[in-house]
């Protein structure tokens, strides 16, 4: 028997990938599948199943392109309506892969047709289980994300939840093996450990979710601090569900080259977004015009979905030459498929043939601290919890995610400093507020971390803000 996790960081996502004799098995696959069908070559095993813990918010899963290529049936929980041929399986079910068994755990609360699958060995001993978003390291699943389907408020999943972790999961032996879906820095727990595997028995000691006194405590710690979820969530979900667009089509649109000479004329016809996915310190010396820049060396695939209200907007792409394809692939695993194509030759390309660009005005954590004085306005675009633990004294706190939301109480003419906590997230800002004609402001390369270093400016734990921005 071989269990392989296949994390993917920028996701902080786990899919599994499991074999005995000549069968595999494949849990939670992300959205390109070639990676699993090499596996399988390479192993000379047969598909025998894809199982889904549950219908994904946060992610486009790979289940209906890999059951196309290698025939295995999708298995989903109890409860699960998918809108395509699949397999609803019972409570306590069984399904065999070689000398290994799975068994189903149907486990609901974070969404009602969660699911954990249960590994059973050839020996016969439970071994781990794959517990999706009901059971993370740290955490468990929020329990938000099934409401408008469930007809449920965030406290009656929260204690089907309870439930399904007390009859279910804590029952399990110490020694089980524990695989979730997510890890840290999904959007799909709050408090979860940088770790990706633990045993059982270490979680019940260390988790907080699984150490609450009882049903009302576990409810209210669960749903404490817990803040909305990302606007592509919900589309995602429609999309695991409903079904979408084969990845190969999505590549094969997206990989289309377009001219300088026509890309702004393809641009307005389609009504495309502009998107840059070149590093900030790129981006900021010169771009496209209304270009929106968001780096594909960071967190790339979350922002996109943060930031791009409707997966379906006509995205039109300028990379670093021959990151192409990388793009298209993370756009696609968190459901935005409509590339329309990318600027030839990238940003080079359009300004050696004498087309308008545009820059950043962007100056260094020392030059902010030179100009820095008690009259001076500051933007802090992190998490409110980030901005909680320390920032710039009198700095406003604008979260990125709610730029929508703030943008508009700017003053036309007042500068601004604006930063975060690296320079990667204040740069996205910086380039929305850009294409939106706002120019008045400086952006702060090293964010408050390189602010910080510089110990020239005075800085503060939080303290409740009443002034507006105006």
């Known amino acids: 028997m071989k269990i392989e996790q296949i994390y993917t960081g920028c996701l902080a996502q786990g899919a599994y990938y499991i074999v005995s004799e000549n069968e595999a098995a494949i849990i939670d696959p992300l959205r390109e599948i070639q990676p699993y069908l090499n596996r399988l070559e390479k192993d000379d095993v047969n598909l025998r199943y894809i199982f889904e813990t549950h219908f994904h918010a946060d992610f486009v899963s790979g289940h209906l392109d890999l059951s196309r290529k290698t025939g295995a049936p999708i298995v989903y929980g109890p409860s699960a309506e998918p809108e395509f041929e699949a ?74 939840l309870y439930d399904s972790l007390q009859n279910k999961i804590l029952p399990l032996a110490d020694d089980i093996t524990v695989y979730p879906a997510h890890g840290a820095g999904s959007a799909c727990g709050k408090n979860m450990q940088k770790e990706t595997v633990d045993t059982l ?25 817990l803040t909305a979820p990302p606007k592509y969530f919900g589309m995602n979900v429609a999309m695991n569900k409903g079904g ?49 820049n968001i780096g594909l060396k960071g967190d790339f695939a979350p922002w996109v979905g ?63 601290a030179s100009g820095f004085t008690a009259d001076s306005k500051v933007i802090d675009v992190r998490k409110e919890t980030e901005y909680a633990a320390e920032h710039v004294d009198e700095a406003y706190n604008r979260p990125l995610d709610k730029i929508s939301e703030w943008v508009g109480s700017l003053a036309d003419k007042e500068h601004f400093f604006l930063h975060c906590a690296g320079g990667y997230r204040s740069m996205i800002a910086a380039s929305i507020l850009n294409s939106r004609g706002i120019r008045n402001f400086t952006e702060v390369e090293g964010g408050f971390n390189g602010i910080k270093k510089t110990e020239k400016v005075p800085t503060s734990q939080f303290v409740c803000q009443s002034k507006t921005l105006n």
């Open 87 to 160: 397999i609803t399986a019972e409570d306590q079910q069984i399904f065999e892969i070689g000398k290994v068994k799975i068994k189903v755990l149907h486990t609901p609360g974070h969404t009602m047709e969660s699911t954990t699958y249960l590994l059973i060995d050839e020996e016969g001993k439970e071994t781990a289980i794959f517990s999706g978003d009901t059971l993370f390291l740290g955490d468990v699943g929020r329990p938000d994300l099934a409401q408008k389907a469930a007809d449920m408020t965030q406290k009656e999943l929260a204690g089907i």
């Open 201 to 225: 028995g270490n979680q019940k000691k260390t988790n907080y979710a699984l150490n609450q006194p009882n049903k009302e405590a576990f409810v209210e710690a669960v749903l404490d601090g």
């Open 244 to 292: 979408y667009e084969s990845f190969e089509n999505v590549m094969n649109k997206g990989l289309n080259p377009i001219s300088p000479a026509s890309f702004e004329s393809t641009v307005e016809e389609t009504g495309a977004l502009i998107l840059d996915t070149r590093s900030a310190a790129d981006f900021h010396k010169g771009f496209v015009p209304n270009s929106v």
């Open 306 to 368: 943060a930031m791009i209200v409707d997966v379906k907007q006509p995205i039109a792409l300028i990379t670093e030459v021959g990151t192409e394809e990388e793009a298209i692939t993370r756009l696609s695993r968190v459901g935005f498929d409509n590339v329309i194509g990318y600027l030839q030759g990238g940003f080079e390309n359009w300004k050696n043939s004498g087309n308008e660009t545009d820059e950043i005005k962007r100056i260094s954590p020392e030059d902010f």
